[in-house]
């Protein structure tokens, strides 16, 4: 029986969003200015399943990279995913490729100060003891604990900040103020939260003893509103497949449709992590991985130069992927959203998402333009045996 591997590339776009200019995001391409910006840009095993392809059929551009020094020989198909979803966040992208389409607004917080409305600040050190807040304002969540770190260790504050997403983050030292205690935190947050139709609140650890030092541990947990229907995740387990939730995504899915739930940060671990899943997991199973590094390290910082390290390394491993594949198993390797980091701001990109489907009995063809991610998660649920709500599967082989 076939497995299913799922590589998520986060906020990997390749532009040419239809709806782009809805969102101000008017010629963003991630992957496009990545490579116009580093034309030696090697990443062989990609082309060689149809990236470029892919990126220049979603962009209309035409770009040539090299496949030279590719080491996989596996048959594959390819082709872009325009999102059907009316938001650009990590959730909406999640749970589309997962069969269930985001229709209904995501509530946002104002990004300057204050960003959080007092009934809501005040009932959250109501819930949870603490006597007040840090932060209260949009920021990027590696510079705010450093401007902040020091006054919270001295203040036992909170640090609490949103983004571009519908999101309610909060930053406390893991020895100082308590790993316990702010996850206890996060779950009064998540319920005060509630009645703004807020996506996520994001419990974010840190440590280190002074600015400058603060580093985020591993430690980080996301408590998400769940779907509200079964997505991939669960019709897999509701049949008795075993789901490989690594790194992220068992958050992303509020733990939905997961049996085994495998942590794991870096794009190194996380490539570890997914490997071992796959020498483990048993026939039939779902096994999905989400890169968050290039969204959260690379696009938000808008570093252009390391997200193409990124996508070099992540290229470097996929011989030792393709080498731990089975006979009957398909891959996809495929995005949730954009983050051009070529772009102003720290915001996500609407763009389409690539897909690279392959394995040894994929018949090799462009699947073109999809209208929806969920094609994607029809397709997985076509090759499982099982059967989703929303997409349009691009199989077209029965085993």
């Given at each position: 029986m076939?497995r299913v591997i799922?590589l998520?590339m986060?906020?990997?776009?390749i532009?040419?969003?239809?709806d782009?200019?809805?969102f101000?995001d008017a010629?963003a391409?991630?992957f496009?200015?990545i490579?116009?910006?580093f034309?030696g840009?090697h990443?062989?095993?990609?082309?060689?399943?149809g990236?470029v392809?892919?990126a220049?059929?979603?962009s209309?551009?035409?770009?040539e990279?090299?496949?030279?020094?590719?080491?996989?020989d596996?048959?594959?198909?390819?082709?872009?995913c325009a999102?059907a979803s009316i938001?650009?966040d990590?959730?909406?992208?999640h749970w589309e490729?997962?069969?269930?389409t985001?229709?209904e607004?995501?509530?946002?917080?104002?990004?300057d100060?204050?960003?959080f409305?007092p009934?809501?600040?005040?009932?959250i050190?109501?819930?949870?003891?603490?006597?007040g807040?840090?932060?209260?304002?949009?920021a990027?969540?590696t510079v705010i604990?450093q401007?902040?770190?020091?006054e919270h260790?001295l203040?036992g504050k909170p640090?609490c900040y949103t983004?571009?997403?519908s999101?309610?983050q909060?930053?406390?030292?893991?020895?100082?103020?308590?790993?316990?205690?702010?996850?206890l935190l996060?779950?009064a947050a998540?319920e005060?939260v509630k009645?703004?139709?807020i996506?996520?609140?994001?419990a974010?650890p840190?440590?280190?003893e002074?600015?400058?030092?603060f580093f985020r541990?591993k430690?980080r947990?996301d408590y998400?509103?769940k779907p509200?229907r079964?997505t991939?995740l669960?019709i897999?387990k509701?049949?008795?497949r075993?789901?490989?939730?690594i790194?992220?995504?068992s958050?992303?899915?509020?733990?939905?449709?997961?049996?085994?739930k495998?942590?794991?940060?870096?794009?190194?671990?996380?490539?570890?992590?997914?490997?071992?899943?796959m020498?483990l997991?048993?026939?039939?199973s779902?096994?999905f991985?989400?890169?968050v590094?290039f969204?959260?390290?690379?696009?938000?910082?808008?570093d252009?130069?390391?997200?193409?390290?990124?996508l070099?390394?992540f290229?470097?491993?996929l011989p030792e992927?393709?080498?731990e594949m089975r006979?009957d198993?398909?891959?996809f390797?495929?995005?949730?959203h954009?983050n051009?980091p070529?772009?102003?701001g720290?915001?996500?990109?609407r763009?389409?998402?690539p897909?690279?489907?392959?394995?040894s009995?994929?018949?090799?063809?462009?699947?073109?333009?999809r209208?929806?991610?969920?094609?994607?998660?029809q397709?997985?649920?076509?090759?499982?045996?099982l059967?989703l709500l929303?997409?349009?599967?691009?199989?077209?082989?029965k085993?």
């Amino acid at each position: 029986m076939a497995r299913v591997i799922i590589l998520m590339m986060d906020s990997f776009g390749i532009g040419g969003a239809p709806d782009a200019d809805r969102f101000g995001d008017a010629g963003a391409d991630t992957f496009g200015h990545i490579a116009d910006k580093f034309s030696g840009l090697h990443i062989p095993n990609l082309v060689r399943l149809g990236l470029v392809k892919a990126a220049n059929a979603a962009s209309g551009c035409h770009r040539e990279l090299s496949d030279e020094g590719s080491a996989i020989d596996m048959p594959a198909k390819y082709g872009h995913c325009a999102e059907a979803s009316i938001a650009k966040d990590t959730t909406s992208g999640h749970w589309e490729l997962a069969g269930v389409t985001v229709t209904e607004p995501w509530g946002y917080f104002k990004p300057d100060y204050p960003s959080f409305p007092p009934a809501l600040v005040d009932e959250i050190c109501q819930k949870s003891g603490v006597s007040g807040i840090l932060g209260n304002k949009a920021a990027s969540g590696t510079v705010i604990i450093q401007e902040l770190g020091e006054e919270h260790i001295l203040s036992g504050k909170p640090i609490c900040y949103t983004s571009a997403d519908s999101c309610f983050q909060i930053a406390a030292h893991e020895r100082y103020f308590g790993l316990e205690r702010l996850y206890l935190l996060c779950e009064a947050a998540f319920e005060a939260v509630k009645p703004y139709h807020i996506g996520r609140v994001i419990a974010r650890p840190f440590e280190g003893e002074k600015a400058g030092e603060f580093f985020r541990t591993k430690n980080r947990h996301d408590y998400s509103v769940k779907p509200p229907r079964p997505t991939l995740l669960d019709i897999a387990k509701a049949a008795g497949r075993k789901v490989a939730a690594i790194g992220k995504i068992s958050d992303i899915y509020a733990g939905c449709g997961v049996t085994d739930k495998i942590l794991a940060s870096g794009l190194e671990e996380l490539w570890n992590k997914t490997l071992e899943a796959m020498r483990l997991m048993p026939d039939g199973s779902l096994i999905f991985t989400n890169f968050v590094d290039f969204d959260m390290l690379y696009g938000h910082r808008r570093d252009t130069e390391g997200y193409a390290r990124a996508l070099e390394y992540f290229d470097s491993r996929l011989p030792e992927f393709a080498a731990e594949m089975r006979h009957d198993d398909v891959a996809f390797i495929t995005a949730d959203h954009g983050n051009d980091p070529t772009m102003s701001g720290s915001d996500h990109t609407r763009e389409q998402i690539p897909v690279l489907m392959f394995g040894s009995g994929v018949e090799p063809e462009n699947v073109g333009k999809r209208k929806t991610y969920a094609d994607i998660g029809q397709t997985a649920a076509e090759i499982l045996g099982l059967e989703l709500l929303e997409g349009k599967s691009f199989w077209g082989k029965k085993r």
